[in-house]
């Protein structure tokens, strides 16, 4: 889970004094909110300054607060744009009607993979990342993280009722338990994986998964 070179924004760093906006003012609040994820995913909420994100995508200091109120708006702005990314790469992947639905699933979990190595282990998941940094302490941002959980997990779920009606895994399988465990287990796998900055955690994760799910009945 991982934040792709198309999440960078695509805006070209002139000489001189930063402009008052870059493209107008959505385009501006957009390439602030995509290098906002990045930075987010690699640093972390507290440790991400908004002068830090400012100065990367060339936009004055003072032009923040026209965009967002304050740095926990800006913040649920990041969740929001996020969530809306990585369902587009859950898409891509589960409704692909080239693959068997548990191939599918197995294709974002092979893509998924790459991209930590690509990165190095030190991204992961910014959702999990503001999860467990902010879960406790900050109830602002704990109901909206949790929303976009649910909404990933739906269309594992989607996937798997998907897998049964092509007959992959049994008619008698709780897709709604077994896709809020694999998101909870991937969760842990993807942090796990960061931490020994390899794909071990993830293989083992997801191997058992997959031979866990109920084939007969």
Known sequence: ????????????????????????????????????????????????????????????????????????????????????????????????????????LRNFVDDAKAGMERYEFRRGCLIGNMGQELGGTHDVFRGQLEAVFLDWQSRIENCLIAAQDAGEISSNADCAELAAYFWIGWEGAILRAKLVRSTRPLDLFTNAFFQGLPTKG
């Open 1 to 104: 889970m991982n934040t792709d070179q198309d999440l960078k924004p695509q805006v070209k760093r002139k000489r001189g004094r930063p402009p008052k906006e870059v493209g107008g003012r959505g385009v501006t609040r957009e390439c602030l909110v995509r290098k906002g994820i990045e930075l987010l995913t690699a640093h972390g909420y507290a440790s991400t300054g908004i002068d830090k994100v400012l100065k990367a995508v060339g936009v004055p200091k003072g032009s923040f607060y026209h965009y967002f109120s304050s740095k926990d708006d800006f913040g649920r702005a990041v969740i929001d744009g996020y969530g809306a990314f990585f369902a587009a790469k859950l898409d891509k992947w589960l409704l692909d009607e080239t693959s068997a639905p548990l191939q599918r």
